[in-house]
């Protein structure tokens, strides 16, 4: 089944505790992206990156970390979290960074920073 | 910048009537639109986007969107409201030279039996 998976699904931490938030798409997607979702904020993106070893700064990146060493993985990396970090985060990709192509999102990680 | 207004935070609306969800959008060049709907615990869904032609979209589960250039909107609508509609709904912009999408803040769309 063609699918973003994220782990772990539901997360609880303290401040200042380094954590990973892995994606990983099967569908040989060039295009991958982070958002956090905030009540009435919307989504708001994190990161994104256009394929392999290529990614910039989406509208929120303070705080986050990205890498993309393979093309189905993309893990969201919180160096010291703090507790305005506490969100939903949902990841996304897409067949190419062409803006025409729509995103498939993951089931989404509901992170808490105490 | 690029910037998608969702004005109302909430619709309201009874079974079997027509929906309609509003969506406004400021981007440079060509607009490449989209909806997407999110079911409670759930990620986010596609249901349509515009791309160029027509300015009336079909998408998924009986929706539509009207586009319409000189107003920067791209309305959602459905003929016929179902409860199983009841979902929260995003609009989504991006620009011809942008690789960021950019959300509204979303509309929660409750259908009343």
């Known amino acids: 089944e063609a699918q973003v998976t994220q782990n772990p699904r539901y997360l609880i931490t303290v401040t200042g505790k380094k954590l990973t938030v892995t994606c990983s798409q099967n569908?040989?997607?060039?295009?991958m992206s982070w958002y956090r979702q905030d009540p009435g904020l919307g989504l708001r993106q994190i990161y994104y990156?256009?394929?392999?070893?290529?990614?910039d700064k989406g509208d929120v990146p303070e705080g986050y970390k990205v890498s993309r060493k393979e093309k189905r993985n993309f893990p969201l990396i919180l160096e010291s979290p703090s507790p305005n970090q506490t969100s939903l985060y949902f990841c996304?990709?897409?067949?190419?960074?062409?803006?025409?192509?729509?995103?498939?999102f993951g089931p989404g990680t509901r992170l808490t920073v105490l | 910048a690029q910037s998608v207004a969702q004005p109302e935070d909430q619709v309201n609306v009874a079974e079997g009537n027509p929906l309609t969800v509003k969506c406004t959008y400021s981007?440079?060049?060509?607009?490449?639109l989209f909806w997407y709907v999110q079911y409670p615990n759930r990620g986010l869904q596609f249901l349509l986007k515009y791309i160029t032609g027509d300015n009336l979209v079909k998408g998924s589960y009986g929706f539509e969107a009207e586009f319409n250039k000189s107003q920067t909107s791209f309305h959602l609508k459905k003929p016929s409201a179902l409860v199983s509609d009841s979902a929260l709904y995003f609009c989504?912009?991006?620009?011809?030279?942008?690789?960021?999408?950019?959300f509204g803040k979303g509309t929660k769309l409750s259908v009343i039996p």
């Open positions: 569908m040989n997607h060039e295009y």
């Open positions: 981007v440079s060049g060509n607009p490449y």
């Open positions: 996304a990709s897409s067949l190419v960074a062409g803006p025409g192509d729509e995103q498939f």
């Open positions: 989504a912009a991006r620009g011809a030279g942008s690789y960021q999408l950019t």
């Open positions: 990156s256009m394929n392999v070893e290529v990614t």
